[in-house]
């Protein structure tokens, strides 16, 4: 089981990024998806999180600029970043809580991906 971030990249201050998280592999179920973000020198903070049923949470510091939703069909999780500020310069990381088999659970976490902005 992985978890396959996409969708970052280098954007100027106010511009917009769509980031996208694929899970695949022997999958049960998924409950709850969200991103983590971390800079250099920081502990990992939690930017957006979704359950099943799609009920989400936001960072403070990201509320009314970023969106986070899923395609449970496709096992995917976005976060849709508008606004975007220098501040959000990190890797973000996509997590998800996998169901492997009934009553089987496993922590997965991608690669993590670089969103950079700048002018």
């Known amino acids: 089981v992985q978890l396959v971030e996409s969708g970052g990249g280098l954007v100027q201050p106010g511009g917009s990024l769509r980031l996208s998280c694929v899970a695949s592999?022997?999958?049960?179920?998924?409950?709850?998806m969200g991103w983590y973000r971390q800079t250099p020198g920081k502990v990992r903070e939690l930017v957006a999180g979704?359950?099943?049923?799609?009920?989400?949470n936001y960072a403070d510091s990201v509320k009314g600029r970023f969106t986070i939703s899923r395609d449970n069909a496709k096992n995917t999780v976005y976060l849709q970043m508008n606004s975007l500020k220098p501040e959000d310069t990190a890797v973000y990381y996509c997590?998800?809580?996998?169901?492997?088999?009934?009553?089987?659970?496993?922590?997965?976490w991608g690669q993590g991906i670089q969103v950079t902005v700048s002018s």
């Open positions: 997590t998800a809580a996998i169901e492997l088999s009934p009553g089987s659970w496993y922590d997965c």
């Open positions: 979704i359950s099943g049923g799609g009920r989400a």
């Open positions: 592999g022997s999958i049960f179920s998924i409950n709850v």
